[in-house]
């Protein structure tokens, strides 16, 4: 389906096309792509990003045509195109924060429009992004902070906050705002734990499960982080000890919080390997048919990897030793 018109007649004939497909398939979620590198939005000035933002836009017109001839301009035009799309996506985020100051301001301003919010969750959700940013987020019109203390005293711009707090921030904003509007979406995130210590990887993971658990929002990560499958895997066990032994609820409400815990039957998980035309198995799935848990297998190969390594230089340590 090619349209041959202006790029304003283009965009009204792409939204339309857009929402008889979603008419077809029911779908009527919000979209995003949430890439690596988010950071992007955090530590450049709003000058270089607005042309950065317009540099994109050129970028994948350009491309755009370049992919009626190659399939390598196709791919790259797509990425332009999902790069611009969290960028705009990113500018109302802002806009929303800046509005309302910080996160309780926000809570505190749909308090009193919407009698409806599910207090308990966004609680939740504000407590795991405190700790998270190992502080407080606070947007002053002026800049984006982050503040360490409760008289507000202590504080960093978030353009010069860890690397950690910046790749992290978007995706708090973002799910915080999907839980507190219960909207309806669909996002993609690109590592989610980039930069974050374990402990930060645990609770980023929670809060996407708490927005799932409490909203109708589909969500797929992809991940290189070892800790990322164990976390995923001990909510996932909690949720099935708690299926089995419902008087084990509250016991295990004291380690990992019902809100948070996963359902195997919401989950689906797999391994991406190098593509060999000789074998089919560069894609299959890690959860064990019967548990419904993340393969024991998996996880052990992941960890002989590292242990193999140490057994290897202890053995030449040893030989060495004792030579």
């Known amino acids: 389906y090619e349209i041959r018109a202006n790029e304003s007649t283009k965009a009204k004939h792409l939204n339309r096309l857009v929402s008889i497909v979603n008419r077809l398939f029911e779908d009527k979620s919000t979209s995003l792509f949430v890439p690596a590198g988010r950071n992007i939005t955090v530590s450049y000035p709003n000058q270089f990003r607005f042309l950065f933002f317009g540099d994109i836009s050129i ?41 309302h100051r ?6 505190e301003y749909e308090e009193s429009i919407n009698d409806k919010l599910n207090k308990s969750n966004i609680e939740q959700a504000i407590k795991i992004i405190n700790h998270i940013l190992k502080g407080k987020y606070v947007n002053d019109s002026f800049s984006e902070k982050i503040f360490f203390d409760d008289d507000e005293n202590r504080y960093v711009h978030l353009q010069n906050a860890s690397s950690g707090q910046q790749e992290s921030i978007r995706i708090l904003q973002d799910l915080f705002l999907i839980l507190i509007d219960n909207k309806n979406a669909f996002r993609v995130f690109e590592e989610p734990e980039a930069h974050l210590y374990p402990k930060a990887q645990k609770l980023i993971i929670e809060l996407l499960s708490l ?26 066990y909690a949720n099935r000890i708690v299926k089995k032994y419902p008087k084990s609820k509250s016991d295990i409400q004291e380690i990992i919080s019902n809100q948070v815990q996963l359902d195997s039957k919401d989950i689906s998980a797999y391994s991406l390997k190098e593509f060999s035309e000789e074998k089919d198995e560069y894609c299959s799935s890690i959860l064990h048919p019967e548990t419904g848990l993340i393969d024991q297998n998996y996880l052990d190969d992941i960890s002989e990897e590292l242990s193999d390594d140490f057994n290897e230089l202890y053995n030449i340590h040893n030989n060495l030793i004792n030579g």
Do not use: C, W
């Open 59 to 99: 970028q994948f017109e350009k491309k755009s045509d370049e992919a009626k001839k190659n399939k390598y301009s196709e791919e790259h035009s797509v990425d332009l195109h999902l790069m611009k799309e969290f960028l705009k996506e990113i500018e109302g985020v802002q806009d929303r924060f800046k509005k």
């Open 102 to 107: 910080d996160f309780n301001g926000l809570v």
């Open 211 to 236: 927005v799932v658990n409490s909203t109708n929002t589909q969500i797929i990560i992809t991940t290189h982080s070892p800790y990322i499958l164990s976390i995923v895997n001990n909510l996932l």
